[in-house]
C-alpha cells in the first residue's frame, strides 16, 4: 500500500448542506487527494453525498464551537497542504489550476496564502470579495481559534509561517438570502452571548462580533450597546477601536442621533479616514444642515465615492465597507447620494459633478 502522503488535504465542516456539498466537493475533487468531512450532525443526505463523491466523512457533536470542528478534520488530515472550504463554497475550475500550480512550486512551502472569498448569486461573475486564509500547510502547531468568525491567522504567526496574498478565487453562494443570513446571525449571537457572559470576561473582539450580529438582525440599540462596550475596552489608534467608532457611528445614524455622531468623530479629523467613517460624518452634516463643514465634507464624500471603486470595475472592486461581506453596503451609491444632497442644501446644483467621469 502507498504511504506517501497525499499533496493536498481539503477539509471542510457541515450540517444539513446536502443542497450545496456535492458541488463543493466535486469542484475540488481532482485537486485533493485526500477530502475530509466533519459532519456536526446533519439529519438530511449530507454524509451520504459526501461518502458518494469520494469524501472521508468524520462525526463530531456540535458544541456551539467551529474552531473545535475544523481542527478535528485538520487532526485527521494527512496531506502536506491543507486546504479549507466551507459546503456551500466551490471552486471554479481556474482556480483549481491555481492551487495545483502554486502548490507545485518549490517556492511555495512554508507559507500560507489569502484566497479571495467571492460571495456571489450568478456563478461568481460579479459579488463581494474579501481575502480570507484558505490555503496553508499541515503543521500541528497550526490551528483555528475562537468558537464563531473562526480564524487560523493567530495561530500560523507563532508558528512563524508567512501569509502571501493570491488573486485565486472560492465562490461562496451561502448569503443567496435574507432569510439564509439571518438563520445564520441567530446561531453566531447565541454563541457570542456565551463569550460575553462568561466569568472571566470576553476579548473586546467578542463584543464587537456581537455587534456586528446584531446589526445584522436588526437590533440596532442592543448592537450600539455592544459597539460602546468593545470601545471602552479599548484605546484610541487600535484597529478594533476605530472599527467600533465606525459602527457605532453607524447605529447611531440609523437611529437618527446625528449630534452624537459629531461627538464621536470631530471634524479636525485626518483626511485619510475609513471611506465609511467619512461617509457617515458627511452625512451627519447634511442631517443637520450645518453649512459651514458641510463643503469640507462634500469634498471628502467625492473622494470616499471614487476610493470604492465599484462603478469602475465591478469584478474586481472590493467591499469597502467595515461591515463586512454580511453587509453588502454599497457604499458608492449612499456616496453619491450624499454628495448631491450636499449640492442642493449649499445651493450649487449646477456644479454636481461626477468624479468618476472626470469631475470634482
Not at 469524501?55 to 456540535?62: N, Q, S
Amino acid at each position: 500500500m502507498d504511504q506517501t502522503p497525499p499533496d493536498i488535504s481539503l477539509a471542510l465542516i457541515a450540517r444539513d448542506e446536502e443542497t450545496h456539498i456535492e458541488r463543493c466537493l466535486k469542484s475540488a475533487s481532482g485537486l485533493a487527494a485526500e477530502m475530509i468531512v466533519v459532519d456536526t450532525g446533519s439529519n438530511d443526505r449530507t454524509k451520504e453525498i459526501a461518502i458518494t463523491c469520494g469524501a472521508r466523512v468524520l462525526d463530531f457533536p456540535w458544541i456551539d464551537d467551529f474552531s473545535a470542528a475544523r481542527n478535528e478534520a485538520l487532526e485527521a488530515a494527512r496531506g502536506r497542504w491543507i486546504l479549507v472550504l466551507d459546503a456551500d463554497e466551490y471552486l471554479p475550475p481556474a482556480s483549481v489550476e491555481a492551487i495545483r500550480a502554486l502548490t507545485s512550486s518549490a517556492d511555495a512551502a512554508d507559507r500560507a496564502y489569502h484566497l479571495v472569498n467571492k460571495s456571489s448569486t450568478d456563478e461568481g461573475r460579479t459579488g463581494i470579495s474579501g481575502l480570507i486564509v484558505r490555503l496553508f500547510p499541515n503543521d500541528p502547531h497550526v490551528r483555528y481559534e475562537w468558537p464563531v468568525h473562526e480564524q487560523v491567522v493567530t495561530s500560523l504567526q507563532r508558528a512563524n509561517i508567512p501569509i502571501e496574498n493570491t488573486g485565486i478565487e472560492i465562490i461562496h453562494t451561502g448569503y443567496s438570502s435574507p432569510e439564509v443570513n439571518a438563520a445564520k446571525q441567530q446561531r453566531n449571537l447565541r454563541i457570542l452571548e456565551k463569550m460575553t457572559t462568561q466569568a472571566e470576561g470576553a476579548h473586546p473582539m467578542a463584543w464587537f462580533l456581537k455587534g456586528g450580529a446584531l446589526l445584522d438582525l436588526e437590533r440596532t440599540d442592543e448592537a450600539l450597546a455592544a459597539y460602546s462596550q468593545c470601545t471602552g475596552m479599548t484605546n484610541s489608534g487600535d484597529s478594533i477601536h476605530e472599527a467600533a467608532l465606525v459602527r457605532w457611528a453607524s447605529c447611531l445614524a440609523s437611529l437618527k442621533r446625528f449630534d452624537e455622531i459629531r461627538e464621536i468623530h470631530p471634524t479636525n479629523q485626518e483626511a485619510d479616514w475609513h471611506p465609511e467613517r467619512l461617509l457617515l460624518r458627511g452625512q451627519t452634516e447634511i442631517a443637520l444642515v450645518h453649512r459651514l463643514t458641510l463643503g469640507k465634507f462634500r469634498s471628502r464624500t467625492s473622494c470616499c465615492y471614487a476610493s470604492t471603486g465599484f462603478a469602475i470595475d465591478s469584478n474586481r472592486a472590493r467591499n469597502q465597507s467595515i461591515r463586512g461581506l454580511g453587509s453588502r453596503r454599497n457604499l458608492t451609491n449612499s456616496c453619491t447620494k450624499s454628495e448631491t444632497l450636499c449640492f442642493v442644501i449649499l445651493g450649487r446644483v449646477q456644479d454636481r459633478c461626477d468624479p468618476l467621469h472626470g469631475g470634482c
